[in-house]
């Protein structure tokens, strides 16, 4: 049974930075991807990436901003968000996966973290 906790979220200005975080508990997780839902709206993919961490995908509306990345060694992934704007708020969630394909689907991920607020104040 996997588990996965996300922190890093908050309040943060516009043109600003946050760092998200998710730990991974449990067995070995291998594609892993961020996904948010803003008020109202559906959930979709903000990244994603593969086991080895040199396959990435990104949404168009955060390329160039945001960058995800893993640590294997503490079964962990991150997302560096940068230049931050009012529309990137919204609860982000961490997925994982045991399967290896990277996909930005959400019905490709089996685990799901508890969601973090992130609120990007103009």
């Known amino acids: 049974q996997v588990q996965l906790v996300e922190s890093g979220g908050g309040l943060v200005q516009a043109g600003g930075s946050l760092r998200l975080s998710c730990a991974a508990s449990?067995?070995?997780?291998?594609?892993m991807a961020w996904f948010r839902q803003a008020p109202g709206k559906e959930r979709h993919a903000v990244a994603a990436i593969t086991w080895s961490g040199q396959i990435t995908d990104y949404a168009d509306s955060v390329k160039g901003r945001f960058t995800i990345s893993r640590d294997n060694a503490k079964n962990a992934v991150y997302l560096q968000m940068n230049s931050l704007k009012p529309e990137d708020t919204a609860v982000y969630y961490c997925?994982?996966?045991?399967?290896?394909?990277?996909?930005?689907?959400?019905?490709?991920?089996?685990?799901w973290g508890q969601g973090t607020q992130v609120t990007v104040s103009s």
């Open positions: 449990g067995r070995t997780t291998r594609r």
């Open positions: 997925a994982a996966s045991i399967f290896s394909i990277l996909s930005t689907m959400q019905n490709d991920y089996e685990v």
